[in-house]
């Protein structure tokens, strides 16, 4: 069994920053890139970030490019999503997913695990 744990979500001024993290635990496995999601009342679940594996490459929503930055740490097997200059509409339950094979990561269906998420709320 493979389990994706969030933490760090919280209510937050708008301008300020949270850091998040994802924990992989579990049975071991093969892990083709990490990505961050996120899912608002109402709305569809939307790419945020991703990094691959391999070269640690990194991809990023046109919405928070600039503001936010995906890194991991592997002895940890966690990835982070620092988010900074936080605005309202980032508010959302914040998801972790793995990507165990290559494919596109903005296609949620080709992700094999997901954690429960993390809210993130952002006041005005």
């Known amino acids: 069994q493979v389990q994706l744990v969030e933490s760090g979500g919280g209510l937050v001024q708008a301008g300020g920053s949270l850091r998040l993290s994802c924990a992989a635990s579990g049975r071991t496995f093969s892990s083709y890139g990490r990505s961050w999601f996120r899912q608002a009342p109402g709305k569809e679940r939307e790419f945020v970030a991703a990094?691959?594996?391999?070269?640690?490459?990194?991809y990023y929503a046109d919405s928070v490019k600039g503001r936010f930055t995906i890194s991991r740490d592997n002895a940890k097997n966690t990835v982070y999503l620092q988010m900074n200059s936080l605005k309202p509409e980032d508010t959302a339950v914040y998801l972790c997913?793995?990507?165990?094979?290559?494919?596109?990561?903005?296609?949620?269906?080709?992700?094999?695990?997901w954690g429960q998420g993390t809210q993130v709320t952002v006041s005005s």
């Open positions: 997913a793995a990507l165990t094979s290559s494919g596109n990561y903005y296609y949620t269906p080709n992700y094999r695990y």
């Open positions: 990094i691959r594996w391999s070269d640690s490459s990194t």
